[in-house]
């Protein structure tokens, strides 16, 4: 692992561990393993430690997400499925989603990381159009806003809200039902 993915990693559980509080250049430091200095040394200022973090984030999500960039013909239960999984896979990650979560609350705050956490949330988006596009939306851009803010109610909740985690068949239920209401019972072949 190179020293920027290994601070980056000890960032992101720090975020999760402690909070934005929490994420110090000498904790940093210390949680990576690292001599001190060695995080300031590769990102000087605060704001480019969360940009380096919020990078890395971007990167383990994607690699997470690999399966879901592709933009083919998909009905209604495939689309569910997928959608069950992907959430799955960010809710038994609370490492990386709570970190997520933290940078998303600092961005309200940091114009320079707003610009960085909107273009990494532009990519998961247009994904999302690509797919309901695929699965014969009629307003692809309408329905992709909708099915990540589902998304993103459900791992806030499960996660950091009152609610408790729920089961792959819970998740591909409440998918169905939200696509079933964007597409109808029988979406693009």
């Given at each position: 692992?190179?020293?920027?993915?290994?601070?980056?990693?000890?960032?992101i559980?720090?975020?999760?561990?402690?909070?934005?509080?929490?994420?110090?250049?000498?904790?940093?430091?210390e949680a990576?393993?690292?001599?001190?200095?060695?995080?300031?040394?590769?990102?000087?200022?605060r704001?480019?430690?969360?940009?380096?973090?919020?990078?890395?984030?971007?990167?383990?999500?994607?690699?997470?997400?690999?399966?879901?960039?592709v933009?083919?013909?998909?009905?209604?239960?495939?689309?569910?499925?997928?959608?069950?999984r992907?959430?799955?896979v960010?809710?038994?990650?609370?490492?990386?989603t709570?970190?997520?979560?933290?940078?998303?609350?600092?961005?309200?705050?940091?114009?320079?990381?707003?610009?960085?956490?909107?273009?990494?949330?532009?990519?998961?988006?247009?994904?999302?159009?690509?797919?309901?596009?695929?699965?014969?939306?009629?307003d692809?851009?309408r329905?992709?806003?909708?099915?990540?803010?589902?998304?993103?109610?459900?791992?806030?909740?499960a996660?950091?809200?009152?609610?408790?985690?729920?089961?792959?068949?819970e998740l591909?239920?409440?998918?169905?039902?939200?696509?079933v209401?964007?597409?109808?019972?029988?979406?693009?072949?």
């Amino acid at each position: 692992m190179k020293r920027s993915e290994a601070v980056a990693e000890a960032a992101i559980t720090l975020l999760a561990d402690r909070g934005m509080r929490g994420l110090t250049h000498r904790a940093v430091d210390e949680a990576a393993g690292l001599p001190p200095g060695s995080t300031s040394n590769l990102a000087r200022t605060r704001a480019a430690l969360l940009e380096l973090t919020m990078s890395r984030l971007t990167e383990l999500e994607e690699q997470a997400f690999a399966d879901a960039f592709v933009s083919e013909s998909l009905t209604v239960a495939d689309l569910s499925e997928l959608m069950a999984r992907l959430l799955q896979v960010q809710l038994r990650d609370r490492r990386r989603t709570l970190a997520r979560f933290e940078l998303a609350l600092e961005a309200t705050r940091r114009p320079e990381l707003r610009h960085i956490y909107d273009r990494a949330g532009g990519r998961f988006r247009d994904a999302a159009v690509a797919l309901l596009a695929a699965a014969g939306s009629a307003d692809p851009i309408r329905h992709g806003r909708q099915v990540v803010a589902f998304g993103e109610g459900i791992m806030f909740d499960a996660i950091a809200g009152a609610g408790s985690e729920p089961s792959l068949d819970e998740l591909r239920d409440a998918a169905r039902e939200l696509l079933v209401g964007m597409l109808g019972d029988e979406a693009k072949r």
